[in-house]
């Protein structure tokens, strides 16, 4: 018996490829079944498939002639209204519209919209946005915690095991100044200051002192010394100091809606006692040498500007242990403690040297092999309106919770007409600020620089958050006119009359495709693409095909229509982490 709840899918994509698989194999031989049938969305077609082009030198035949063979057995195909081949090779595809219609009314009965499981469920350790204790969480915070939480939602709602790692900065020698401060202020002071959010002045207090008071900055080393030693006192200071900020910390998931808690802190220090054990592993391979004094791994095909091997330092000369050391501690534990199958490091694009060689080293010990894949997700700059590094006007970072603050408060000043109720209002801006602000950095590819524009951000027109939101809520209105729930319409049957009505079915049946593409490689500007697409399209047959006004047959077949692309918008503005207000 099928699992309702596994889903089937109704991708036109999968489902052409394999046709066109199945017609290669025909004509070509049963060898040739694993072809790629290159399917691609077409300007002349709804797709077009470019397996004849890749397969001429391999059956050692012309490509128009392998087109035109494959191009009739797909034309049988009951899917298929037409193929036709065009220049030297290339197969334009359209499908029927009974196929169409009828793949999105078994995409609306579906629990799943037509989104299976995955096949082959992994366990994937995902790393994301990892703030440093002690110091303020910033604008830059916001990209690799909002893509890093938007990859974990997809992965799980595929059915992957997913645990989510939060390699928050919890070590190091800054905590000597830090903790000395703490104890010159007072613990009940620093409590209140860290837990309000004021972290960066506790810091810049700590800092400045330890510059200007040469007795200050020796206490502070030798506090480094015994927090290194493990002396007791000075491990309950350091645990105080580390508790406050992270109640901070807390404070900002929750209110940006993100799936991070406590649960999921992997602090530098929890890999301090593997340190030593994974250094002697190391080099016991061979894999790491002692160079003047340190140990280093010099992983081949990376090189100094002078052109000498480049190496990462695992244990300094003074032996103490860097962040490469933790690194690796980290890419070993989650390896065999855990048992990842797939490790994603949503982490800034300056540290992708650090990264590739890292993931190098670890291949070279035989902790990543071609089993388990290491990817390093890139996150770019955050810019201003100016494309300059986004910052305050006196050149300072920018708050993170004051980011949200103006967002909520510039998106209340958006919806101001449309709500009487001051409550009501200030709940709705705060899904639709907060949704603007995520929106704007999934919407762009996530290692490209992203202009942080809230006037753009938070228009209910383009590419935004509040758009698609806005989307959402028309369609709910629709519904609330007509007296009827949305969720309870589980049938059409769907029938396409007009260009508008087949445009917005056919793109709701990619929602599978975008869904798995956010996968691959931790893109969920893919989901946000089609997402904006299908508004795009709804909009369209909004303007075009009246729907309540329909005579009955038409009218349920629209409403069918309005239902399933709610449930798109609303399922996939909910894997990108996206709230949508009943109205607007």
């Known amino acids: 018996m099928t699992d309702p709840e596994a889903g089937q899918t109704t991708d036109p994509e999968a489902v052409l490829g394999a046709l066109v698989q199945r017609a290669v194999a025909a004509e070509l031989g049963p060898a040739y079944a694993d072809a790629d049938p290159l399917i691609r969305p077409s300007d002349f077609?709804?797709?077009?498939?470019?397996?004849?082009?890749?397969?001429?030198?391999?059956?050692?035949?012309?490509?128009?002639?392998?087109?035109?063979?494959?191009?009739?057995?797909?034309?049988?195909?009951?899917?298929?209204?037409?193929?036709?081949?065009?220049?030297?090779?290339?197969?334009?595809?359209?499908?029927?519209?009974?196929?169409?219609?009828?793949?999105?009314?078994?995409?609306?009965?579906?629990?799943?919209?037509?989104?299976?499981?995955?096949?082959?469920?992994?366990?994937?350790?995902?790393?994301?946005?990892?703030?440093?204790?002690?110091?303020?969480?910033?604008?830059?915070?916001?990209?690799?915690?909002?893509?890093?939480?938007?990859?974990?939602?997809?992965?799980?709602?595929?059915?992957?095991?997913?645990?989510?790692?939060?390699?928050?900065?919890?070590?190091?020698?800054?905590?000597?100044?830090?903790?000395?401060?703490?104890?010159?202020?007072?613990?009940?002071?620093?409590?209140?200051?860290?837990?309000?959010?004021?972290?960066?002045?506790?810091?810049?207090?700590?800092?400045?002192?330890?510059?200007?008071?040469?007795?200050?900055?020796?206490?502070?080393?030798?506090?480094?010394?015994?927090?290194?030693?493990?002396?007791?006192?000075?491990?309950?200071?350091?645990?105080?100091?580390?508790?406050?900020?992270?109640?901070?910390?807390?404070?900002?998931?929750?209110?940006?809606?993100?799936?991070?808690?406590?649960?999921?802190?992997?602090?530098?220090?929890?890999?301090?006692?593997?340190l030593a054990d994974v250094c002697d592993e190391l080099e016991s391979l061979g894999v790491a040498v002692i160079s003047d004094g340190a140990l280093c791994a010099f992983p081949p095909g990376f090189t100094a500007r002078d052109g000498s091997p480049q190496p990462i330092i695992l244990r300094k000369s003074d032996g103490g242990y860097g962040y490469d050391a933790t690194d690796m501690a980290a890419i070993r534990y989650r390896v065999r403690d855990l048992g990842a199958d797939r490790l994603i490091y949503v982490v800034g694009s300056d540290q992708s040297l650090h990264f590739a060689m890292i993931f190098a080293v670890a291949r070279q010990a035989g902790w990543l092999t071609d089993k388990v894949r290491a990817d390093h997700a890139p996150i770019g700059m955050v810019a201003g309106a100016d494309g300059k590094r986004f910052r305050t006007r006196s050149g300072g970072s920018v708050k993170l919770s004051s980011l949200i603050d103006e967002a909520i408060d510039r998106a209340e000043e958006v919806i101001r007409d449309r709500y009487d109720d001051p409550e009501q209002r200030h709940q709705i801006a705060q899904a639709v600020g907060i949704g603007a602000l995520k929106y704007g950095d999934l919407s762009v590819a996530r290692d490209s620089r992203y202009v942080l524009d809230l006037d753009r951000l938070l228009a209910l027109t383009g590419n935004t958050g509040p758009y698609l939101q806005y989307a959402a809520a028309r369609i709910r209105s629709i519904f609330?006119?007509?007296?009827?729930?949305?969720?309870?319409?589980?049938?059409?049957?769907?029938?396409?009359?007009?260009?508008?009505?087949?445009?917005?079915?056919?793109?709701?049946?990619?929602?599978?495709?975008?869904?798995?593409?956010?996968?691959?490689?931790?893109?969920?500007?893919?989901?946000?693409?089609?997402?904006?697409?299908?508004?795009?399209?709804?909009?369209?047959?909004?303007?075009?095909?009246?729907?309540?006004?329909?005579?009955?047959?038409?009218?349920?077949?629209?409403?069918?229509?309005?239902?399933?692309?709610?449930?798109?918008?609303?399922?996939?503005?909910?894997?990108?982490?996206?709230?949508?207000?009943?109205?607007?």
Request: proline share 5%; hydrophobic share 45%.
């Open 45 to 274: 077609a709804d797709f077009q498939s470019n397996a004849a082009m890749s397969l001429a030198r391999r059956a050692d035949r012309r490509p128009r002639d392998i087109a035109e063979l494959v191009a009739d057995r797909l034309a049988a195909a009951a899917a298929v209204a037409s193929a036709e081949v065009s220049g030297p090779g290339f197969i334009n595809i359209s499908l029927a519209d009974d196929w169409i219609a009828g793949q999105a009314s078994a995409q609306l009965d579906d629990p799943r919209l037509g989104v299976p499981r995955a096949e082959q469920p992994q366990r994937v350790v995902v790393d994301y946005s990892a703030p440093n204790v002690a110091k303020e969480m910033h604008v830059g915070h916001l990209r690799t915690t909002v893509v890093g939480d938007a990859v974990v939602r997809v992965l799980e709602w595929l059915g992957h095991e997913v645990i989510r790692a939060n390699h928050i900065g919890d070590w190091g020698t800054q905590f000597g100044l830090l903790l000395e401060h703490l104890l010159d202020v007072g613990e009940q002071a620093a409590y209140e200051q860290l837990a309000a959010g004021e972290i960066n002045v506790f810091y810049q207090a700590a800092k400045q002192k330890f510059d200007d008071d040469p007795a200050f900055a020796e206490r502070s080393r030798r506090r480094v010394v015994s927090l290194q030693s493990g002396d007791p006192e000075t491990l309950r200071l350091w645990q105080l100091l580390v508790h406050d900020t992270e109640q901070y910390y807390s404070t900002i998931y929750q209110r940006l809606g993100v799936m991070l808690t406590d649960a999921d802190l992997a602090p530098e220090s929890f890999y301090n006692d593997m």
């Open 480 to 584: 609330g006119r007509a007296g009827l729930d949305p969720a309870a319409v589980r049938s059409g049957p769907i029938e396409l009359g007009t260009a508008a009505e087949r445009a917005l079915a056919l793109r709701l049946l990619g929602f599978g495709r975008a869904v798995e593409d956010v996968t691959l490689a931790a893109e969920p500007h893919r989901l946000a693409a089609f997402l904006f697409d299908v508004a795009s399209a709804f909009t369209t047959f909004y303007e075009q095909c009246p729907v309540l006004q329909a005579p009955t047959p038409t009218r349920q077949s629209r409403l069918a229509l309005c239902a399933l692309t709610l449930r798109v918008l609303v399922t996939g503005l909910g894997l990108l982490g996206i709230g949508v207000p009943e109205r607007m």
